[in-house]
Structure formats: C-alpha cells, structure tokens
C-alpha cells in the first residue's frame, strides 16, 4: 500500500532535549517536505528536498533541521526543542515537486514542556 | 506575511446545494494552485489543482476557477454532501524551479443534512 509513514504519532518532550521525527514513503517520489499546523495559521512549510542531498528551507524553518540520505526517509530533528514548537507536524511526498499532489502521513502531535 | 488567505474560516451549507470555498494570495508570481481536504486526525489528501495558464478545472463535483487579475480562486462543490465536512486548504506554489508551497489557513466546511 502507497503511504507516508511518521513516528512517532505522539510525542512529550522537555524544553532542550533533542529529537527526531521519522517520515519514510515507499512511493519513490521524488519530493518528501514538512508542514506544521498551528491553530489559525493553516498550514506552513518547514523545509522541503527535491531529492538525495538537496534539501531547501520553507516559510518557517527556524529551529529545525532535516537530512535527505536516502530518496525514501527525510527526518525532521529538533535540535533544541522549545515550547513554541509544540504543534502538529506533517511528512509528505510527491512524484515530482510542489506542483504535484502531495501525500501526507499521518501527523506527529508534538508537546514540548 | 500571509501571501494565501482564506478569509472565511467556516462555512455551513445544506446537503445538495453548493459550496463555494475562496482563497486570496498577494504574490503574483505564484503559477500553479492546489486544493487540500482534511479531515480529523488525519493528514491532508489532495483535491484538485489548477494552473495558472487555465481559468477553470473540473473533476467530478469539485470545480476551481482561477481569476488571475483578481488574485482570487474558488473551490465549487456541486452536489454538497455530508462526507464533504472537512478543514479545505488552498495552496500555491511559484514557477518550476522554486519548490516552496504556501497554504493557507484553511475553511472548515459543514455540511448539514
């Protein structure tokens, strides 16, 4: 079945320690990118990759990092989390670039305290 | 700096009749357009697209008009059915080469029986 896949679905944290968010697609699609959702604010791009080794920052992508080893895994890591960046969080991939439908997994709900 | 917005953050609309979900964006050099549906606890799934070159795309009930001069697209659902109740996002993306996709703030759309 054609899916993206994040782990973990819920995650509590304390304020500085780091973590990661896993999103894997077995669509081979090109273009894997996440999202944040915050009340209000719809949806807004953290980083997106465009393939292997080439990944490029969105509208808000202070306080995170992410990596692109291999075409299918694309990581979200928090370095050093803070409260601000609680929210939810979404993985997604599409064949080709931005322009093309995009398939979401199924969302991380983030709790930094 | 919100360059999509949408305006209305709900809408109610009786079953059978149309719904129409509207989206503004302020950078002119955005060329493609997509549509979002999201449900509860789910992520978004792709809608319909629409690029800047066409002033309408159809697909089954869902129709977006584009209105370049006007900044403006709208998502009509013609039948409305109650499967239809979700968070709609509209999204654009800039020409091919800059892979940046901005969404707006989403209408939560009600569909009453």
């Known amino acids: 079945e054609a899916q993206v896949t994040q782990n973990p679905r819920y995650l509590i944290t304390v304020t500085g320690k780091k973590l990661t968010v896993t999103c894997s697609q077995n669509?081979?699609?090109?273009?894997m990118s996440w999202y944040r959702q915050d009340p209000g604010l719809g949806l807004r791009q953290i980083y997106y990759?465009?393939?292997?080794?080439?990944?490029d920052k969105g509208d808000v992508p202070e306080g995170y990092k992410v990596s692109r080893k291999e075409k299918r895994n694309f990581p979200l890591i928090l370095e050093s989390p803070s409260p601000n960046q609680t929210s939810l969080y979404f993985c997604?991939?599409?064949?080709?670039?931005?322009?093309?439908?995009?398939?979401f997994g199924q969302g991380t709900r983030l709790t930094v305290v | 700096d919100q360059q999509v917005k949408q305006n209305s953050p709900s809408l109610s609309v009786q079953e059978g009749r149309i719904s129409i979900l509207n989206c503004d964006y302020t950078?002119?050099?955005?060329?493609?357009f997509l549509w979002y549906k999201k449900y509860p606890a789910e992520g978004p799934t792709f809608l319909i697209s629409?690029?800047?070159?066409?002033d309408k795309n159809e697909d089954g009930r869902f129709t977006v008009f584009l209105n370049k001069s006007a900044k403006h697209l709208s998502l009509h659902i013609v039948p409305s059915q109650p499967g239809d109740s979700a968070v709609y996002f509209c999204?654009?993306?800039?020409?091919?080469?800059?892979?940046?996709?901005?969404f707006g703030t989403g209408t939560r759309l009600t569909i009453i029986p």
């Open positions: 950078n002119s050099m955005f060329d493609y």
């Open positions: 990759s465009m393939n292997v080794e080439v990944t």
């Open positions: 997604a991939s599409s064949l080709m670039g931005a322009n093309t439908e995009a398939f």
């Open positions: 999204a654009a993306s800039l020409a091919f080469g800059n892979e940046k996709l901005t």
């Open positions: 669509m081979n699609h090109e273009y």
């Open positions: 629409i690029s800047s070159i066409k």
